[in-house]
């Protein structure tokens, strides 16, 4: 998932092959679907979510950037928020934006920041590299945890148009980790 390549060995030859990709997956929180709604209840036991959410390694969730909850909408919360809504050619602009700034910082995307690079570029103020010392002890996040987060934080600061990665980019890329903070 990482190096962004396959290796295939067999008895007399190994074969590498290009393998960059971007992951986007879905799952229900439990058995039944419906644990932390509001509206249904779950009827799975605590050891059945457990069980089920397990299924997931804690290496395989930890290289996954952004962990987001999606709650379920009542027909009438769908029709009032539509008009509140950033439309996607609006966002479109923004991320090309984004995506024009970290190529001609790195000629690469955030995502693929080395270590070296992310010192250089997700710079934080001695405040904020507090906050998110902090939050490493109390959530026992992993060092691959701390890169993402200040990798995704660098992105949503460019995505604000923010040269500095400030404290409300940080905490959402905090926010983002989840599963860090069920598990
Ligand atoms: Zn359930």
Avoid at 90 to 98: D, L, S, T, W, Y
Wanted: charged fraction near 30%; include cysteine; glycine fraction near 2%.
């Amino acid at each position: 998932m990482e190096s962004g390549s396959i290796a295939i060995s067999r008895a007399a030859k190994k074969a590498e092959f290009p393998a960059k990709f971007q992951l986007i997956a879905a799952m229900n929180p439990c058995p039944c679907g419906y644990w932390g709604d509001i509206q249904n209840n779950c009827r799975c036991t605590s050891e059945q979510v457990q069980r089920y959410q397990n299924k997931l390694s804690g290496p395989f969730l930890d290289r996954i950037d952004m962990h987001i909850e999606v709650p379920a909408l009542s027909h009438q919360d769908l029709q009032e928020s539509s008009d509140l809504i950033e439309r996607s050619i609006e966002v479109k602009k923004r991320v090309i934006n984004a995506q024009k700034k970290q190529k001609s910082r790195r000629n690469h995307c955030n995502a693929h920041l080395s270590n070296k690079e992310i010192e250089a570029d997700c710079y934080l103020s001695d405040d904020n590299q507090k906050v998110l010392e902090k939050t490493m002890n109390k959530m026992k996040l992993s060092a691959r945890a701390y890169h993402r987060i200040l990798k995704l934080a660098r992105t949503i600061a460019d995505l604000d148009n923010s040269e500095m990665i400030q404290l409300h980019h940080l905490t959402e890329s905090i926010g983002y980790r989840k599963i860090d903070h069920f598990q």
